[in-house]
């Protein structure tokens, strides 16, 4: 079974066909075929494996076009048809409404709009994204981001079907947080030519017994990282958003293509820091970078970990100035059990629930899902 939308791109230039193509590999979306005419569109649609989606691009002769396509969204019911034209004049428009056209998109497109026609059309066909996507990046080496996503995780796993995927590709240790020794990565997901179904990934996951938490590791060898891709990282979150209700990524602090588009796709990007002097400017930084980006100030969360109740370098108040954001949480210091977690290979909230350090996670976790914490 398909998890994607599947699509065939009708366009007369072909650096136009590509770049449509690329850009709906980064929605998700699969391109079955690429046609510079209608002629072969036909038969496309009466095969058994018809795309769900067909975006035509009816210049350089718009109207002709029009006249050409407009019997194929009533003979095709099933099918959604998005046209697009840099001839924005009304009776083709109202032409294109009559003959059931879902979408008209004026050239050059909005990135924006388009993306939000895309999720109407998954969502019509059951394949709305239903994840939320929470985004976890250390501001300096040891801050406790994989702490913090590994529990965040394991926490979210009571509430719903969870994944945690380790993107920190080369240094990543979200397999051994968990003493899980999985037989497939992230780098064999991938492909950028076959489309990602369902049991590829259910072979590629790795269930974690103890919390039922899904884990899609990082690769074995560095080289390996070097098979992880943009347009991969991007399928796989829309696919994997479509099976889970909690995704969580932990990540690294880089604006590479890999983690830009995962900072976009992510309802909640938490930045962990410490209370110290070059993790407070490495958060400033990148809460810059992020907002230099487009990302709204509701989606970026700035905790703290290892707060310690007695003395800090900086002033939580001081950050929160320098930052222009309230500081969202703080993880309390608890060396021993941290410590302690990692080398048996269970996060604290399932090996120690009690600790002060697990409630504070648990109740971070509880943030997410819009509940409390209370487990
Ligand atoms: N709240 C905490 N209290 C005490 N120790 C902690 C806490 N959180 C994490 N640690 C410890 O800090 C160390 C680094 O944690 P972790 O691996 O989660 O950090 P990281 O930011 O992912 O590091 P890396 O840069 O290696 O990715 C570990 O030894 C862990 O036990
Ligand atoms: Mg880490």
């Not at 406790?144 to 079907?161: D, E, F, I, P």
């Not at 947080?177 to 037989?183: H, L």
């Not at 993790?279 to 707060?307: C, D, P, Q």
Request: net charge neutral; glycine share 6%.
């Amino acid at each position: 079974m398909y998890l994607q939308l599947n699509s065939v791109i009708v366009d007369a230039d072909a650096t136009n066909r590509q770049e449509m193509a690329n850009f709906l590999g980064q929605f998700g979306v699969s391109v079955m075929s690429q046609l510079p005419s209608l002629e072969m569109l036909p038969a496309m649609l009466s095969r058994s494996d018809a795309p769900q989606l067909v975006i035509i691009n009816l210049d350089p002769n718009a109207r002709e076009m029009m006249k050409k396509v407009a019997h194929l969204p009533r003979q095709h019911q099933q099918v959604s048809f998005f046209l697009m034209s840099q001839v924005l004049d009304p009776d083709l428009l109202m032409e294109a409404m009559h003959a059931g056209v879902r979408e008209f998109i004026p050239l050059p497109m909005t990135e924006a709009k388009f993306s939000s026609a895309l999720e109407r059309v998954a969502q019509q066909y059951g394949m709305g994204k239903r994840a939320k996507m929470i985004h976890i990046i250390p501001t300096m080496g040891g801050c406790g981001s994989t702490t913090v996503a590994c529990n965040v995780a394991a926490a979210l796993a009571k509430h719903g079907k969870t994944a945690l995927i380790d993107l920190d590709l080369i240094r990543g240790g979200v397999a051994s947080y968990f003493d899980v020794r999985p037989r497939y990565t992230i780098a064999d997901v991938m492909e950028s030519t076959s489309t990602v179904d369902r049991q590829l990934l259910d072979n590629a996951l790795t269930i974690h017994q103890g919390s039922t938490l899904a884990i899609l590791a990082r690769p074995e060898l560095p080289e390996d990282t070097q098979r992880v891709t943009v347009q991969g990282v991007s399928r796989l979150l829309g696919v994997m958003g479509r099976m889970f209700d909690y995704v969580v990524v932990d990540s690294t602090m880089s604006i590479d293509p890999i983690y830009t588009s995962t900072i976009q796709a992510s309802d909640v990007n938490v930045i962990v820091m410490q209370l110290n002097v070059p993790s407070a400017r490495n958060t400033e930084r990148f809460v810059g970078a992020l907002r230099r980006m487009g990302i709204e100030s509701s989606k970026i969360r700035v905790i703290v970990n290892r707060f310690e109740k007695k003395g800090w370098d900086i002033e939580p108040s001081e950050v929160e100035r320098a930052l222009g954001l309230k500081i969202a949480w703080m993880v309390p210091n608890d060396f021993k059990n941290a410590i302690g977690a990692i080398n048996f290979g269970e996060p604290v909230v399932l090996r120690t629930p009690r600790a002060e350090m697990s409630v504070s996670l648990r109740e971070l976790a509880g943030t997410f899902n819009g509940r409390a914490g209370h487990n």
